[in-house]
């Protein structure tokens, strides 16, 4: 648990702030990059970005930045649905394969963890989701290849369900929401403080053999809650 340093991307996110509180009572070393610093629009970090991250000398990655917009394929011209899927993917995917081979060129040795949070749509897909969808999917294959590639590091995805924040709030209806809670065998969301001990505990304590997946945090919706029973 000593000497871990822990450069977060996209510390804005509700589902990790739990992990934030925990990890500074525990003495966790955090480094906090947000969106002001780097847009990730732009794939490749400010130059300024990196060295502050190679000077932190981190040993874990946990990268949590991510865009979730909704468009209608079916009224929406053919190439804003194309840029849509092009940013999504440079936002949710390539700027963390990015940074995740620069800082493995630039370490003086391999991060002990890297951390990602994915989503269901990383395995399914829904209308107005499309771009989404794709960056998730392709996300869900970068932790793969890395793993194959990094074998001095644990490289872990995390596939949260549907979660108490304010995006949830703001994406889905009060009826709607109660209709998926029913689908959910524990029968409420998840807690953001429930994703963070998940992570954390990875953190903590990684077992080097556990690599290469992403874990599905869902209150059990996807082991079948999701069909009429």
Known sequence: MNNINLTIIGSNSDLIQPLINKAKERNINIQSINRSQ?????????KEVIKEIIKFNPNQLLFAAGINEIINIQSEKPKKTIECVEKHISINCNSFLWLCLELNSKLNKPLTGIHGISSLYGIYG???????SISKHAFEAVIKCLATEFTKTQVLGYRPG???????????????LDKLI?????????SPQELSELILSNIINPISYLT???ITIDGGLTSGGIFEL
């Open 126 to 132: 829904r209308k107005t989701r499309l771009p989404y």
């Open 38 to 46: 780097w847009d990730l629009k732009n794939v490749y970090a400010p």
């Open 212 to 214: 290469g997946v992403c």
């Open 162 to 176: 549907f979660f108490e924040t304010k995006l949830t709030s703001k994406n889905i209806s009060k009826p709607l």
């Open 182 to 190: 029913d689908k959910i065998p524990h029968n409420r969301l998840g």
